[in-house]
């Protein structure tokens, strides 16, 4: 989908969202130079934006690529973290449930096929199950969604770090 549609149809359902939940992948981690300049940069618009939301994080970084972007601890969950426990898990699940029939956006950014079962197709199995759910699948090479998504997703090939930089500039 062209970038300017997608962020057309984000801005639309971010201004309904009862739930945001944010899947942040390998597009995030920690890089060299200007391109790690842009990422703390989206990070922090990010972090403002969902300030005062409700919402929830859960990504695929290791836990000291995630303490560099400065999320609150209490609205993320980070399974590659050493520190990470079932009572963090439990928390996530829970805050996840309190989702259905909740008008939830799946903002889905920069996350590949390495670990599938984190987030990927969590997203997808609760945009399925969610009729009022709507996933944003933010990647440079896999923002393919499945066919049975078609009318409650939109795929951007872009890198997603970028994208939330520009498009929250304008929001």
Known sequence: MEKTEAEKILKEKLETAEKILVGIGSEWKKKEGTE??????????????????????????????????GFSAGHMAVPHSVSFTEEAWKHYTLWLSCTLNRNTVLLELGENYKDPSLIRWPFEKTAMLNNKAYLFRVHKI??????ELSGKSCPVAEVSFKLVDDFLERV
Do not use: M
């Open 142 to 147: 896999f923002s393919q969604v499945p066919e």
């Open 36 to 69: 790690e300049e842009e990422v703390l940069h989206a990070a922090e618009k990010l972090k403002n934006f969902l300030d005062g939301k409700d919402y929830y994080i859960i990504t695929s970084l290791p836990g000291e690529d995630v303490d560099r972007l």
